[in-house]
């Protein structure tokens, strides 16, 4: 998941990235319900910079931008 931050294109830490922050997601792009969440570079690694503040969205936000997030801890990304 790449996010657009500053006017960079950023790939975002999937350390954190859980169901609820992927019901966000689609609820913002109008692609329906997640129904898996997969890390690890399940779809193969972006180009991107990597973003490093985690996402924690409660799951009733409306867009990803509005969820809080946090400093990542240590090297626990990836793209």
Not at 65 to 79: I, Q
């Amino acid at each position: 998941l790449e996010i657009l931050h500053d006017q960079t294109w950023m790939s975002v830490c999937d350390a954190a990235f859980d169901q609820q922050d992927a019901e966000v997601v689609c609820r913002e792009l109008d692609c329906g319900a997640p129904v898996q969440v997969l890390g690890a570079a399940a779809f193969d690694k972006g180009d991107a910079q990597m973003w490093t503040q985690e996402i924690h969205c409660r799951g009733n936000e409306s867009q990803i931008h509005l969820c809080p997030t946090s400093p990542s801890h240590g090297n626990n990304c990836s793209h």
